[in-house]
């Protein structure tokens, strides 16, 4: 098949399989080479990315320990939290480290997410650490969409002194020429709903206390996420600028915990060990996809819809094959 017409069916495809995509951006060696938008959607409209919070805030963990914040991943959890009251015979939670948070190998106390118990707490970071432990083994991957990371968060703050979202503008999103309008506070159900389908949402999810939420809430643009993938394919290097050390990045895409086939490093996918491809993935079909061996970054927004067909398929199957014509 001759790669224009590869492409044109690419573009159909993503029109009836998947409805939902807002925009696509794609870059070889750095340049963007293909940039796409769908749905009435433009380059300057913001996305829900979902899950794909949680890479972000892996790339946050990595820039706190090059700076000497964070001392190790190895460090336990409670560490940063002397105030915390621990439970009578909780001893999971005393040796949960900060390792076991990025591999998603934490025990959990519930079987399934009370997410109304979580969304109605004044503090997010505590509901997680009460909910972390229980009579579960550390080791075993479970993945928690929404409650556990945002311990991570209540670790930066501790470590870093400053909130998530200043950390971020500061070391990682200002040198990307990444804009994140402030934090986005819900005083109702209603208000969370409402983001959720708001075309242009802006902003980065907090609890009450402003705490940024570490496995969702985090709203970009589709380049912004692309210049994210960009960062990762440049080894942490941006302008010139070392922003997160190319240790961190070979350790963080590295499989470090799996859940059935899949492989899993610090809170990013791993995709195929044999291109050292991986990716962060949000629910929707968010993602921001990584090929070092092809040189490739692919971005792709959307809106949230259950169910979507898988991106990477779509990725490795037409937008890679495609690659020629797009150039």
Known sequence: MKQKELTKKMEVLIREDHKNVGGVV???????????????????????????????ISILIGIAVDKGMIESIDQKVLDFF?????????????????????????????????YTKYFS??????????????RGRIGEFRYAPLIGPDVLSGILIKATGKSVLDFATENLFAPLGINVEGNVVFHSKEE???????????????????????GWGLSLKTRDMAKLGQLYLNHGVWDGKQIVSSVWIEQSTQEHSHWDEKKYGYLWWIIDENENSFAALGDGGNVIYINPKKELVVAISAQFMPRV???????????????????
Not at 200 to 205: A, D, H, I, L, S
Request: net charge positive.
């Open 26 to 56: 794609v870059q070889k060696s750095g340049n963007i080479c293909y940039e796409k938008y769908f749905n009435d959607f433009e380059k300057d409209n913001p996305f829900h990315i979902f899950s794909v919070t949680k890479s972000i």
């Open 82 to 114: 002397p105030e915390y009251t621990i439970k009578r015979g909780e001893k999971v939670l005393q040796n949960v480290t900060i390792k076991d948070i990025l591999t998603m190998t934490v025990p959990y106390k519930y079987k399934f997410a009370p």
């Open 121 to 134: 707490s004044s503090d997010w970071v505590k509901s997680a650490l009460d909910l972390m432990g229980g």
């Open 192 to 214: 969370q709903i409402e983001w959720y389908k708001d075309r242009n949402m802006k902003g980065w999810v907090a609890d009450p206390k402003g705490v940024n939420t570490a």
């Open 309 to 327: 067909k898988d991106r990477i398929t779509l990725i490795r199957e037409y937008i890679e094959k495609s690659l020629d014509t797009l150039i």
